[in-house]
């Protein structure tokens, strides 16, 4: 197995940790797995363009790490009113289509490429940057006016990112 991939399945090993930690308040041990499932987050992608170890099998798996953790923190967060609930919507249902529509390409033989956008990695950032604020906010209270724009950002991109796979789906139907 490639390193890479050694990175993403720790991932999927971090998220339980992470999800209980959170349901029995350990909240200061939740931002710390976090914050080092986020790092592996990088790490794969860089080990595996560097070593020259890209996969079909990491290109697959990396998403879907990437959105088991963030979804369960969405969710996680916004059950425990830290975040609005409505943007813990809104990230769901973007992963769900954006997984639904890959579904449906496999299902029917659509050939596709597992590959990120510019803007799709760029929105993983901000999700993970407004996870890891809003836990270190629990902990040690941030100026409000912080969170409302790092949530309005998360928004903002999260829906742009959405519509932009779904129309790259679209130009692959065509």
Same mark, same amino acid.
């Given at each position: ?7 993403? *399945? ?16 350990? *909240? ?45 923190? *969405? ?14 919507? +809104?990230?769901?249902?973007r992963d769900a289509f954006i997984l639904l529509g890959a579904l449906l *390409?496999?299902?029917?033989? +659509? ?58 789906g679209y130009k692959i139907l065509e």
């Open positions: 197995m490639s390193w890479p991939n050694l990175f993403t *399945f720790f991932r999927f090993l971090l998220t339980p940790v992470f999800i209980i930690l959170i349901l029995n308040n350990y *909240f200061s041990l939740a931002t710390i797995t976090f914050l080092i499932a986020g790092i592996t987050d990088a790490i794969d992608g860089f080990l595996a363009r560097y070593l020259h170890q890209a996969t079909r099998l990491g290109a697959c798996l990396d998403p879907i790490a990437d959105k088991l953790l963030l979804c369960s923190s *969405f969710v996680l967060l916004a059950w425990y009113q830290f975040i609005p609930s409505w943007l813990a919507v +809104i990230v769901l249902c *390409f496999f299902l029917f033989d +659509i050939e596709f490429e597992v590959k990120p956008s510019l803007l799709g990695k760029t929105t993983t950032l901000v999700q993970i940057i407004t996870v890891l604020t809003v836990l270190t906010n629990i902990q040690v209270t941030l100026p409000p006016i912080l969170l409302s724009i790092l949530l309005g950002i998360t928004l903002i991109l999260t829906v742009a990112s959405g519509l932009q796979y779904a129309y790259m």
